[in-house]
């Protein structure tokens, strides 16, 4: 009979590479958030305003913007990475203060650029999955779009009022916010597979458009993102060739030392 006690160096090795793989640490990401009220009927920007951190913490919180009829609190933007993979997740809190009626004029376009990203590493394929979830208790909006991607390199916001697009990998996800909490869909959504460079920004935007409530109203949006190194079927197959031939390998010496009965 095979004791349990020879598996514990493959238990414990397989202990350690969980470990491993699972660890994230604060990304040295810097930040810039820039929230942007354009009138929906005639394209014209109302106003923007922008912010940005350059100390590479990882975190990015407590910004408070106003703009034309809204406010938004972005009340963390956290940025994560470790091996193979890197993630950010905001919470963003939105009021809106306009007139009513002409709320459904009002768009309001929220943007987050997170640079310096160096995990996945070149050469590897990489993939972005994304989800978000809108809530509120009171304000109403007939759409919202989150868009996510990645770029190449640390680019930067282009004109405000609009959206930036070449994304690498890029999702998106749309749906409505109510009078309860929802997800946009789809949820989670993954964009097409691409080559990863070094380094490279995340960027998500956020569109809520066609506000049907009455004024003072305010809600929520939760989103997350993360790039992601593809799997390499050759490698993780061969990984896993040689991790059974090493424990055959070593039931077959323990046969040998048994002694014959």
Do not use: C
């Not at 975190?59 to 890197?86: E, M, Q």
């Not at 609009?162 to 890029?170: F, I, N, V």
């Not at 009078?179 to 809520?208: C, E, K, R």
């Not at 190194?229 to 077959?252: D, I, Q």
């Amino acid at each position: 009979m095979i004791r349990f006690r020879n598996f514990l160096p493959f238990i414990g090795a397989g202990l350690v590479a969980t470990a491993i793989i699972g660890a994230s640490t604060p990304a040295h990401a810097d930040f810039t958030v820039r929230v942007t009220d354009v009138n929906s009927s005639t394209g014209t920007t109302s106003t923007t305003q922008t912010q940005a951190t350059a100390n590479g913490a990882g975190v990015f919180n407590g910004t408070f913007l106003n703009v034309g009829n809204f406010s938004v609190t972005l009340v963390t933007d956290i940025a994560t990475t470790g091996p193979g993979f890197a993630k950010a997740s905001e919470t963003l809190n939105i009021s809106y203060n306009g007139p009513t009626p002409g709320g459904s004029t009002d768009k309001l376009i929220i943007e987050i650029l997170d640079t310096n990203f160096t995990n996945p590493t070149v050469p590897n394929l990489a993939v972005v999955t994304s989800n978000a979830s809108p809530s509120t208790t009171d304000l109403a909006a007939t759409n919202v779009t989150m868009t996510s991607g990645v770029l190449a390199n640390n680019a930067t916001l282009g004109a405000a009022g609009t959206t930036l697009g070449g994304l690498l990998g890029g999702t998106t996800g749309t749906g409505t916010m109510g009078t309860a909490s929802s997800v946009l869909s789809p949820n989670p959504v993954s964009g097409a597979q691409f080559a990863i460079f070094n380094p490279f920004a995340f960027y998500q935007s956020f569109t809520i458009a066609g506000i049907t409530n009455t004024s003072a109203a305010t809600g929520s949006i939760s989103a997350g993102s993360i790039v992601s190194a593809v799997p390499e079927p050759g490698g993780v197959a061969l990984a896993l060739t040689g991790l059974s031939a090493m424990a055959g390998a070593g039931w077959v010496r323990r046969r040998k030392a048994s002694p014959a009965v």
